[in-house]
């Protein structure tokens, strides 16, 4: 079942499949969107815009 070439996405999902654990995806999801919503504000010309939602 677990192959040794699991990207890190691959291998959450399986834990969260096989511990039942669904109600830690819209978490892991949200926090991935934060992760990238700051990432897209250091560079870019509508960070003023994104820095006003913190």
Do not use: C, H
């Not at 890190?8 to 096989?18: I, R, S």
């Amino acid at each position: 079942m677990m192959s040794k070439n699991r990207s890190l996405f691959g291998e959450l999902w399986d834990f969260l499949k096989v511990r039942k654990a669904y109600w830690l995806a819209p978490t892991i999801i949200l926090l991935i969107i934060v992760g990238l919503l700051i990432i897209f504000a250091q560079s870019s010309a509508l960070s003023p815009f994104v820095y006003a939602l913190f």
